[in-house]
């Protein structure tokens, strides 16, 4: 019974990690090419000037990718980012979030 709960720990912790690393197998360059609309709102380098709009230069990938496929579906409601995010590609996203996680 120990060996099984072991097992079943370490399974688990890989597949935490697995997640928590944020699989986003984004471009990166791509993801700079299509940032060039984020920089009026979050800043040419990911960093806004408006307290009103929050950084994106740093985050996570998984946080996100996850926050703007959340935009797209309408899980999350924002009268400026679901219209921006309403028509990028599930790879437009991880793109995004591999360029803006890299800054």
């Not at 935490?16 to 471009?27: N, P, R, V, Y």
């Not at 929050?54 to 990718?65: F, I, R």
């Not at 926050?67 to 409601?77: E, F, L, N, Q, V």
């Amino acid at each position: 019974m120990k060996k099984f709960v072991a097992i079943a720990n370490a399974a688990a912790i890989a597949v935490a990690m697995t997640f928590s690393a944020g699989a986003i197998a984004g471009d990166a360059a791509a993801g700079k090419a299509k940032a060039a609309s984020c920089a009026g709102c979050h800043g040419a380098a990911g960093v806004s000037n408006n307290p009103m709009w929050p950084n994106l230069a740093g985050q996570k990938a998984g946080y996100l990718a996850k926050a703007i496929k959340d935009y797209k579906s309408g899980a999350r409601k924002d009268p400026m980012m679901s219209p921006m995010a309403a028509p990028l590609s599930d790879a437009d996203i991880d793109n995004l979030a591999a360029y803006f996680s890299g800054l």
